[in-house]
Nanobody
């Protein structure tokens, strides 16, 4: 399976970006899909996920600002990011997991995209 992200870039604080992840293979309909991010010098951290039943989870730091969604016709998931803050600056990774994905889940079984840079200037 392949995960290919797009949509990163540079934005001012308070602005918005939408990330996309094209998912190949049958995992789109079977796996939990979501987003993690990694800032310089930090561990990769959970951002948001969506189960194949449509259950959504968010990190506390992005609740109310970020929205995860999917387009089944295009095998694509999205991360709409509003009211961006400088602390949101990171490389964002699309992720797929055959098990539950969430803020406290292990990532031993997670597959990753190549990552896309999001930079928020103050």
């Amino acid at each position: 399976a392949q995960l290919v992200e797009s949509g990163g870039g540079l934005v001012q604080a308070g602005g918005s970006l939408r990330l996309s992840c094209a998912v190949s293979g049958s995992i789109f309909s079977t796996n939990d899909l979501g987003w993690y991010r990694q800032a310089p010098g930090n561990q990769r951290r959970f951002v948001a996920s969506m189960s194949n039943h449509g259950e959504k989870k968010y990190a506390d730091s992005v609740k109310g600002r970020f929205t995860i969604s999917r387009d089944d016709a295009k095998n694509t998931i999205f991360l709409q990011m509003n009211d961006l803050k400088p602390e949101d600056t990171a490389v964002y990774y699309c992720a797929s997991d055959p098990y539950v994905m969430g803020p406290y889940s292990s990532t031993w079984s997670t597959s990753w995209g190549q990552g896309t840079q999001v930079t928020v200037s103050s």
